[in-house]
């Protein structure tokens, strides 16, 4: 029997299932007509980018999104700068992958203050928006969980990505990761204020307890978030774009890949408005 | 050689050091010239409520809190009423202890939506103001880390808490605990519209990885948090009460609870304003 044909916005982000390299990635997408999946650069790296370009496109397979950019904090001017540099890179290759998304997820203090280090990450985007720009590539601001303050970022909620957002004309904008943001008491609102920037909308479930924080995610519907709920609230503000599954979780990675997909399939369609 | 002694405003939370029962806490305090203790229900429970008050009285030890009311979210209505009277019987507890604050920790959402969950908050507020004002118990409402949104608190930002506060003209304010609020960007604007209603101060540290979010608190002075920053602020807004030193960790749990003492004390004058 055929599989059931994938959700029309259904993306896989790959750090689901990141046993795969990006050649069986494409086989499982092929397998299962699935046409769209989110990109981090390591995995891209490991295969090559002329050969995951050459692969995804005999696949025909849509980059949704490359993951990531941003971690601009650092405390001496050579550390950012090399920063800047890899993020010049991570465009590049964006644009080299077809994605008009780089994510960004911003860094976190180093040391420094909190608000020294939120200064840092707008001087980063603004050293690297040209170059973004030219390649028609997007900057998605990911605000974190505030758990993630001193992992990964210092932008924590959305609030915060959205007025980042706003200080550039064009260029940049925000990813809405169900998972980073669901708890905000205001959501609602600022998932309107984003209308318009929203570059990307990601999905898993929030499960407890939580182990280390950054792979503690869940498989959607297994957890507390209303994803339906969000995702109605998502398209109010006119974002129709492509729905990453994007769980980052030790348990799911130690599950056979294929099962984890399967499942992903089944749950996406409860998950989206 | 005497120890030197303690910072006026300096309270130890008992939850910091639960090997100890309220006559060991009691006897550890009076060594160390300490006379402003947070305690717990629980913990008061097995020394027995009217125990703990002559142990106190004879040490010369003030209460400075007592945790916790709250937990008001509850799918059935007889539910909600019993935690209810659980709140109750805490403002009670708490105005036999001698202590003005009662802390809610308002409770987890219980299978709800976070918007009705929010909304049994506050009508379980309104249903034990009354009882408060009548004791001269204030009720502190704090905001919890939104990492523990699931476990305990669907109040997480002190903007929600100060919104909430204000709903009531008196008897209701805010507990500020610099582990769950540290990360909001917005802190400095919220702890400044507080000004008159915080009720508390607590601190510990941001430390990581989180293991299981609620005991994964560090000493002040090992984590990421800017306690001297936070208590100019927390100043700034005319907050002269005592600074409770509360550290839910299962690390600190497990050394000998006389050395977490000590070591609370030394780290304690580089945490305030």
């Not at 001017?77 to 911003?106: F, M, P, Q, S, Y």
């Not at 792979?215 to 709920?229: A, C, F, V």
Request: with cysteine; net charge negative.
């Amino acid at each position: 029997v055929p599989p059931k044909p994938p959700h029309p916005r259904f993306s896989i982000n790959q750090i689901t299932v990141p046993a795969w390299d990006i050649p069986q990635l494409a086989d499982a997408c092929i397998a299962r007509g699935i046409d769209k999946a989110g990109l981090w650069r390591h995995k891209v790296e490991e295969t090559g980018l002329q050969e995951t370009i050459r692969i995804l496109g005999d696949s025909d397979i849509k980059v949704t999104s490359l993951c990531r950019g941003g971690m601009f904090p650092a405390a001496s001017e050579e550390e950012r700068r090399r920063r800047i540099d890899d993020n010049l890179k991570g465009i590049e290759e964006a644009e080299a992958l077809g994605t008009d998304v780089l994510t960004l997820v911003c860094g976190p203090s180093e040391g420094q203050s909190l608000a020294e280090a939120r200064s840092q990450v707008r001087d980063g985007i603004e050293a690297i928006i040209d170059t973004a720009r030219e390649a028609n590539v997007k900057l998605g601001i990911e605000p974190l969980h505030p758990m993630m303050i001193d992992d990964r970022s210092v932008i924590v909620t959305l609030k915060e990505a959205n007025d980042l957002a706003a200080h550039f004309e064009d260029t940049v904008g925000v990813t809405i990761d169900a998972y980073h943001v669901f708890w905000d008491v205001e959501l609602e609102l600022e998932v309107g204020r984003a209308s318009g920037r929203i570059l990307s909308y990601q999905i898993s479930d929030w499960v407890i307890p939580i182990e280390g924080g950054l792979t503690s995610r869940g498989m959607p519907g297994d957890g507390s978030i209303d994803l339906k709920g969000l995702s109605h609230v998502v398209d109010d503000a006119r974002y129709t774009g492509p729905i990453e599954v994007e769980i980052l979780s030790t348990r799911w990675w130690e599950t056979n890949p294929d099962e984890v997909l399967d499942l992903v399939l089944e749950r996406f369609s409860d998950c989206v408005a």
